[in-house]
């Protein structure tokens, strides 16, 4: 399985490429909105965590894009944010993101809940 993991701070970057890429994925990575996007179009990778705050396309515009793309159907979105709870859940719901997750967070928690998107229903 490929994710794609978008944020701007490196060493963030650098510890969920890790933790996703020992738990078998393949991962991508883009430090802003417009890389994220490029590579989520070039790629298509089956999931993607976006930051909800960074350069470029912020992860809630490279959301909206993405669901509005046929040819991205199905593509499981969460949002990474540095916001409070009830503002980083309705940021998620009018973006179209599958879940949100809240900074800090647990690395391994974030991958067991991606791979549980991920499982066939």
Request: glycine letters at 8%; a negative charge; aromatic letters at 4%.
């Amino acid at each position: 399985m490929t994710i794609l993991i978008a944020d701007d701070e490196p060493a963030l970057l650098r510890i969920l490429e890790w933790n996703f890429s020992r738990a078998g994925f393949t991962v991508l990575v883009a430090s802003d909105g417009d890389q994220a996007l490029a590579a989520i179009q070039a790629n298509r990778p089956e999931a993607a965590l976006l930051d909800a705050m960074m350069p470029g396309k912020t992860g809630p515009e490279v959301c909206r894009l993405v669901r509005a793309d046929p040819k991205l159907a199905g593509m499981k979105l969460g949002l990474l944010s540095a916001k409070g709870r009830d503002e980083a859940s309705d940021m998620a719901g009018e973006s179209g993101a599958d879940f949100y997750e809240t900074k800090p967070f647990s690395p391994d928690a974030l991958v067991e809940r991606i791979q549980k998107l991920l499982e066939p229903s």
